[in-house]
């Protein structure tokens, strides 16, 4: 009974050494490699499918009037319908003038734009193809500027095209440009200011876009470009850093500029200016005449 309870002891010892070491074991394990959470769970992305057979979808643009092709200039757009409801996304886009879409036969929604201007088509394609033809009712307008006879740089002219409403022909502004740009519009009547240089030799008028025509529209400024001058005697060295004020005859400020001999591109008219340097304020009255390129001098007295 000594013997088997002694066995017993010992027995017991072993175990709970076994089950320490284990333990220890168990927590160093745990302090090296730390437990990393399982990763979540991401759906399935939606694969194509490989066997879906595709169609031919060809298109074309042509202009509402005659009928003429639309050689460039076209974005088109691919929207599918949805058996839900919810709303049609894109699924093909193309700059083609003639564009070839495969698409699975279907319902599609075309959308070419030209421009500013765009046509829209609900077409049902089937296994066999379909060709199509959207129509839209649009040109282009080309603008530029003159003195005179003489044209003006386009890099010197920056116009605004406005869509007249309720009697207001600045209703609402379609875009701004610059000179020589194409601008594809809806047919229709519109209303362009066009700005020489950036000050106030400006000019306005209405044209008229057709559809599948381009509208040439040149508007006649009447202004000229001054180099401002303060000098010590008619013809001298102008003083640097000098800062001028060109203002109406009633004192509103029309332009600002500082330096030797700023350049101003003004409209026809009577003007005052005004120059300052170091304290001192000098000013003459002076003429604007269109076309008249000239110096304007300020003498410091």
């Not at 437990?35 to 991401?42: G, H």
């Not at 007249?164 to 194409?182: D, F, K």
């Not at 025509?213 to 180099?227: G, N």
Request: aromatic share 6%; charged share 20%.
């Amino acid at each position: 009974m000594f013997e088997f309870d002694g066995f017993a002891g010992r027995r017991r010892q072993a175990i709970a050494v076994l089950v320490c070491a284990l333990s220890l074991t168990s927590g160093l394990a745990t302090a090296q490699a730390p437990a990393t959470p399982a990763p979540a769970a991401v759906p399935d992305e939606p694969r194509p499918d490989t066997n879906a057979v595709l169609a031919p979808l060809t298109l074309s643009a042509q202009f509402a009037s005659d009928r003429k092709p639309i050689r460039s200039g076209l974005a088109w757009r691919i929207l599918s319908e949805t058996a839900d409801g919810s709303p049609p996304r894109i699924v093909a886009r193309s700059g083609d003038a003639e564009p070839v879409f495969s698409l699975e036969p279907g319902t599609y929604l075309l959308h070419a734009a030209y421009g500013f201007a765009s046509g829209t088509k609900r077409v049902t394609l089937g296994s066999q193809g379909l060709r199509d033809q959207i129509a839209i009712s649009a040109g282009g307008l080309s603008l530029a500027g003159s003195i005179g006879d003489a044209p003006i740089a386009p890099a010197q002219l920056s116009f605004q095209v406005f869509v007249p409403l309720q009697g207001n022909s600045e209703g609402r502004l379609v875009t701004s440009a610059r000179g020589s740009e194409l601008i594809r519009l809806p047919e229709g009547t519109y209303h362009v200011v066009s700005t020489y240089g950036d000050s106030n030799a400006i000019q306005r008028a209405d044209v008229k876009v057709e559809s599948g025509k381009v509208t040439d529209a040149t508007l006649h400024h009447r202004a000229a470009r001054v180099t401002l001058k303060l000098v010590a005697a008619p013809g001298g060295e102008a003083f640097a850093g000098t800062a001028f004020s060109v203002l109406t005859p009633g004192g509103d400020v029309i332009r600002e500029a500082i330096g030797a001999f700023p350049q101003v591109i003004l409209a026809e008219g009577d003007y005052v200016l005004i120059a300052r340097q170091e304290g001192q304020v000098h000013s003459r009255d002076f003429k604007v005449e269109s076309g008249l390129d000239r110096d304007i001098e300020v003498l410091a007295r």
